[in-house]
């Protein structure tokens, strides 16, 4: 029977344990459904413990950390950590899963604080993954010296740790000395030898071979990390290093698919899937699409020189004035961060010489003045002739006919 003192308890613990079971079986399944169904058991199971004792502290954490496994659920696991943390300042999991929590929101400082406070608690028994973790709190803030000095203390203490293998990596390429390079390709190989099968190591390999060149192990590479990971972002990047790969191939219908596959996948902060995108709308002469794409990757980077001069040359083409005007607004900005830029100018003015001929002619000067004084060489006919035309259009006959011959 169930009927004795502390029973409740007892059932209690016995349906997280069972819950806990089947989320461990969720991340272990590469299966979508299979994995789904694992995590439908865990929630029912969590479901009925709450229904037995719902304030207890060790089935809220379990709660938290199966919310926070579920990836959309942050904001309730972040309260149900920071329920117990109320009740409990020294309660570890509830720190690190907090940690966890603000470093996903990009609060790094946040988080690197809490992940210090549970090294301060626990400095013997501190797992090595919370020095792991710090180390990628400093790297996002910058601090390269104490990311190097964490990564390789947590592989002191736990020389197989793949994501600290990998962050040391990052910052050895990161250096792009010929030197550093090599150990950073020595670092990704050794954890590829611990675990074959991860995608962030995969995917950082795929990206080596991009510059390389090497791009049939690019795709091998890209596309085992994509079948062996259910994470979208890592997907997103799987889906760039294949669409870059046939892009640069000119393979551009294989290139448009990953491309947009990647652009599906990617968090809003991963634009460059946006960028390729737009170039393959370009390619495929979808000037509407092309500037959707551009768009997105101008507000996630605003001032962004190379995609305010696409955007500036696509609306430049357009019947419509007011994307004319934006045009114009662009390809100002192009070239008040590039003055030196010769077809930004080109552009500019032929923007301008439908609406404003003494502009264009400004412009067009400009670019003779250019020509002939930075990239020495003579100015074009073609630009001659505008020039003409434009003092033409302003009755200056005597110019006009000097440009013209």
């Given at each position: 029977g169930v009927d004795y003192p502390g029973h409740d308890q007892d059932q209690m613990i016995a349906l997280d344990t069972l819950a806990a079971y089947y989320v461990h079986l969720s991340r272990q399944e590469k299966n979508r459904d299979a994995k789904k169904d694992h995590l439908t058991q865990a929630t029912i199971l969590y479901t009925l413990a709450d229904k037995i004792i719902m304030y207890d502290q060790?089935?809220?954490?379990?709660?938290?950390?199966?919310?926070?496994?579920?990836?959309?659920?942050?904001?309730?696991?972040?309260?149900?950590?920071?329920?117990?943390?109320?009740?409990?300042?020294?309660?570890?999991?509830?720190?690190?899963?907090?940690?966890?929590?603000?470093?996903?929101?990009?609060?790094?400082?946040?988080?690197?604080?809490?992940?210090?406070?549970?090294?301060?608690?626990?400095?013997?028994?501190?797992?090595?993954?919370?020095?792991?973790?710090?180390?990628?709190?400093?790297?996002?803030?910058?601090?390269?010296?104490?990311?190097?000095?964490a990564f390789e203390r947590t592989l002191v203490l736990e020389p197989r740790n793949v994501p600290a293998l990998v962050g040391l990596a990052i910052i050895e390429f990161n250096e792009k000395e010929a030197n550093s390079i090599k150990k950073g390709v020595q670092l990704l190989s050794k954890a590829y030898s611990i675990d074959s099968s991860n995608p962030m190591v995969l995917n950082h390999l795929a990206d080596h071979f991009f510059f390389k060149k090497d791009y049939t192990k690019l795709q091998h590479l890209a596309l085992h990390a994509f079948h062996n990971s259910?994470?979208?972002?890592?997907?997103?990047?799987?889906?760039?290093?294949?669409?870059?790969?046939?892009?640069?191939?000119?393979?551009?219908?294989?290139?448009?698919?990953?491309?947009?596959?990647?652009?599906?996948?990617?968090?809003?902060?991963?634009?460059?899937?946006?960028?390729?995108?737009?170039?393959?709308?370009?390619?495929?002469?979808?000037?509407?699409?092309?500037?959707?794409?551009?768009?997105?990757?101008?507000?996630?980077?605003?001032?962004?020189?190379?995609?305010?001069?696409?955007?500036?040359?696509?609306?430049a083409t357009s019947s419509d004035s007011s994307k004319r005007d934006k045009a114009k607004d662009y390809l100002r900005k192009v070239t008040e961060q590039f003055p030196d830029d010769v077809e930004a100018w080109i552009e500019l003015a032929g923007v301008l010489d439908q609406s404003d001929i003494q502009g264009a002619l400004d412009v067009y000067q400009t670019v003779a003045k250019l020509l002939k004084n930075k990239v020495k060489v003579d100015v074009p006919p073609e630009i001659l002739n505008n020039l003409g035309t434009c003092f033409a259009e302003l009755q200056n006959l005597d110019e006009a006919k000097r440009h013209y011959d």
């Amino acid at each position: 029977g169930v009927d004795y003192p502390g029973h409740d308890q007892d059932q209690m613990i016995a349906l997280d344990t069972l819950a806990a079971y089947y989320v461990h079986l969720s991340r272990q399944e590469k299966n979508r459904d299979a994995k789904k169904d694992h995590l439908t058991q865990a929630t029912i199971l969590y479901t009925l413990a709450d229904k037995i004792i719902m304030y207890d502290q060790r089935h809220i954490l379990g709660r938290a950390y199966f919310c926070l496994l579920e990836g959309d659920k942050m904001d309730q696991a972040d309260a149900q950590f920071t329920f117990v943390y109320n009740q409990d300042l020294d309660c570890v999991p509830a720190i690190l899963g907090k940690a966890c929590i603000a470093y996903n929101k990009k609060d790094y400082r946040g988080s690197l604080a809490l992940y210090k406070k549970v090294l301060k608690e626990r400095p013997r028994s501190c797992p090595a993954g919370v020095r792991m973790a710090m180390g990628y709190c400093f790297f996002k803030l910058g601090n390269m010296e104490k990311a190097r000095v964490a990564f390789e203390r947590t592989l002191v203490l736990e020389p197989r740790n793949v994501p600290a293998l990998v962050g040391l990596a990052i910052i050895e390429f990161n250096e792009k000395e010929a030197n550093s390079i090599k150990k950073g390709v020595q670092l990704l190989s050794k954890a590829y030898s611990i675990d074959s099968s991860n995608p962030m190591v995969l995917n950082h390999l795929a990206d080596h071979f991009f510059f390389k060149k090497d791009y049939t192990k690019l795709q091998h590479l890209a596309l085992h990390a994509f079948h062996n990971s259910d994470n979208e972002h890592m997907q997103a990047e799987s889906c760039y290093q294949l669409a870059r790969a046939f892009h640069v191939q000119n393979d551009f219908d294989q290139a448009f698919q990953y491309y947009y596959q990647a652009a599906q996948f990617a968090s809003p902060t991963f634009i460059l899937p946006q960028f390729g995108l737009g170039q393959m709308y370009i390619h495929k002469k979808d000037s509407d699409a092309a500037v959707a794409c551009f768009e997105k990757v101008l507000k996630s980077q605003p001032g962004n020189y190379e995609t305010m001069k696409i955007l500036g040359s696509l609306y430049a083409t357009s019947s419509d004035s007011s994307k004319r005007d934006k045009a114009k607004d662009y390809l100002r900005k192009v070239t008040e961060q590039f003055p030196d830029d010769v077809e930004a100018w080109i552009e500019l003015a032929g923007v301008l010489d439908q609406s404003d001929i003494q502009g264009a002619l400004d412009v067009y000067q400009t670019v003779a003045k250019l020509l002939k004084n930075k990239v020495k060489v003579d100015v074009p006919p073609e630009i001659l002739n505008n020039l003409g035309t434009c003092f033409a259009e302003l009755q200056n006959l005597d110019e006009a006919k000097r440009h013209y011959d």
